[in-house]
């Protein structure tokens, strides 16, 4: 190979929605601590035991300030999270039955294979329920002991750790040689696993912020999708043939996008020292109106899907047959006062890492991942390639062996010790361009609004149950106009972020019918226990309607639906 070098932005996507009631202000579902404690804190561990390796990460604000708060409440010990204080609970032989429903639903949540089946003292739990499962209604779920369930909830937590905390923690290691009747000490044992680990997520990557290993990004507050905040008619600049909602459009729509990307830059500075030079737009879901704003209110730079890319081109009648022709490259979107430079996905080498290479030996997928960058430099021609690898950080690791400990290890070394590849982040990549290293990012003169997957808003509208959604967030948010003003301050504030709650993107993401039954009927209560807490906050009786299902699921999407491919 000659002495160009291949330019990797490895991208980490780290993002949960607000779990919080916040009327009662407990936790309604447990996904926040329980990826920190398996996927946040491998992801670090990584960077931190290879100084070479570079990376960087995108971490969502509604995510941070529930890491905050769960670290909070461990130094309390006053748990806000029903698993957590059931965990910790002294006496579960006089916990009420449904606490006893929450133990059982919850706690076989897991990928079966990868963090249920390699352990058979937990396995052996589960097959102790569906023996007794037939006989446990009506109010029966004492039937099972206080031990089983101590057993369980130990048993759940410790399936939900990270390889790095099992091969480090002696704890852990304990517990796990332990196997059964787990006592009230253990419980508490493990609480104090979970608090540490909870308390030392953040300064962990502050530390490797410092340390300019990684870049960190953020995310518009609540996770939006901002095109369709600003104009739900964009879906169909990729769709034009979608239906879309009832209502024409989201209320005062681009004041709420701006007062997100706002909030999101207060919050990231305050957490991380200074305001963040580039976003991740919820579900890279951009438009010329969002990038603009984006511009306006001072970000650098915007990642975003290669679908969108290629409906740009094409939209724009240029080239977009071939990849490699276009896709390695920066490009600058302008509204003719300000810039904004975007990276676009490699679907192929972003799926294959979300999707594919859980299923390879470790070695064989790493090697299969460099060959595919020593193939991209090979054919690059003249110019530099900047590859960006962009995917959720979080989820795709319960499909491998060990939470993807060997694959992420191996493919660190392998990178940071390759010639011809440089880690970099998107920030390097405007430094270059700065100093004349790199050429400057080519112009695009219009993009055609989408999103990463397929390059379309399709996960989001477009279908009778998420435009039956909009309409009902629409309708809030009308209500909201209205009786707002006439709130205290304090009032005001809690409905400004119950409505803020209600935008993000992820309810719309999972009603469907493809996707699980199950995990639509937590998301979909949830989203109706948001809108009908907004308009309890703002004094009103909610809608009958809103104690109706919105969508039922039934699916069987790919990896639970926690993820999608790029493409089709």
């Not at 002294?90 to 606490?99: F, G, K, R, V």
Request: charged share 20%.
């Amino acid at each position: 190979m000659s002495n160009k070098k291949l330019l990797l932005n490895l991208y980490w996507h780290m993002h949960q929605p607000d779990y919080r009631d916040l009327v009662s202000g407990e936790y309604v579902l447990p996904w926040t601590y329980l990826h920190a404690l398996k996927d946040y804190s491998d992801m670090a561990y990584h960077l931190e035991q290879n100084a070479a390796a570079r990376a960087s990460f995108n971490f969502v604000p509604i995510l941070v300030e529930q890491l905050q708060d769960y670290a909070e409440q461990s130094r309390s010990g006053q748990w806000r999270d029903p698993l957590l204080r059931l965990l910790a609970s002294p006496d579960l032989d006089h916990i009420t039955d449904a606490e006893c429903q929450l133990i059982v639903d919850s706690c076989f949540k897991a990928h079966h294979e990868k963090m249920l089946s390699p352990f058979p003292h937990y396995q052996r739990l589960l097959k102790l329920y569906e023996l007794v499962a037939p006989i446990m209604q009506n109010g029966q779920f004492h039937y099972l002991s206080a031990q089983y369930k101590a057993d369980l909830l130990v048993w759940y937590h410790l399936a939900w750790t990270g390889e790095s905390l099992r091969r480090k923690n002696k704890t852990v290691q304990t517990l796990m040689q332990k196997g059964l009747l787990f006592t009230l000490e253990d419980r508490q044992a493990l609480l104090g696993v979970i608090s540490e680990t909870l308390q030392n997520i953040l300064p962990r990557y502050q530390a490797l912020l410092a340390k300019g290993q990684i870049e960190i990004s953020t995310t518009p507050y609540y996770h939006p999708i901002l095109p369709l905040l600003i104009d739900l008619k964009s879906t169909r600049d990729a769709m034009p043939e979608a239906p879309l909602p009832q209502s024409a459009a989201y209320p005062d729509g681009y004041a709420r996008a701006v007062s997100h990307v706002a909030a999101a830059q207060a919050f990231h500075a305050q957490t991380f020292g200074e305001p963040a030079v580039g976003m991740w737009p919820a579900e890279g879901a951009v438009s010329h109106a969002a990038l603009s704003l984006l511009a306006q209110q001072g970000v650098a730079w915007a990642a975003t899907g290669q679908g969108v890319l290629a409906n740009s081109l094409r939209k724009l009648d240029l080239p977009h047959e071939h990849a490699r022709d276009y896709l390695y490259q920066p490009y600058k979107i302008t509204n003719g006062q300000q810039d904004i430079v975007c990276f676009f996905r490699d679907d192929h080498l972003s799926d294959k890492i979300g999707f594919e290479y859980s299923k390879q030996y470790a070695s064989e997928a790493v090697h299969d991942f460099i060959q595919s960058l020593e193939n991209i430099l090979l054919h690059s021609g003249d110019e530099t390639p900047v590859v960006s690898v962009i995917l959720d950080g979080e989820n795709a690791w319960e499909y491998y062996p060990y939470n993807g400990f060997y694959f992420l290890q191996e493919l660190y070394q392998a990178l940071a010790g390759h010639a011809d590849i440089q880690m970099t982040t998107f920030s390097d990549i405007l430094s270059m361009q700065q100093t004349q290293q790199l050429p400057p990012p080519k112009l695009l003169k219009d993009i055609c609004a989408g999103s990463w997957v397929y390059g379309t808003f399709s996960t989001w509208i477009g279908e009778p149950a998420k435009n039956r959604a909009w309409d009902l967030l629409c309708e809030a948010k009308r209500q909201y106009d209205l009786h707002v003003h006439a709130l205290s301050a304090s009032a005001k504030e809690k409905c400004q972020q119950q409505l803020a709650l209600c935008e993000g993107s992820d309810w719309f993401w999972w009603f469907g019918d493809y996707n699980n039954a199950q995990s639509v009927q937590s998301f979909d209560q949830l989203y109706r226990r948001n809108l009908s807490n907004l308009y309890q906050l703002l004094g009103l009786t909610p809608p009958v309607h809103l104690s109706q299902p919105i969508s039922l699921g039934g699916g069987d999407a790919e990896n639970a639906g926690t993820m999608r491919r790029g493409q089709t």
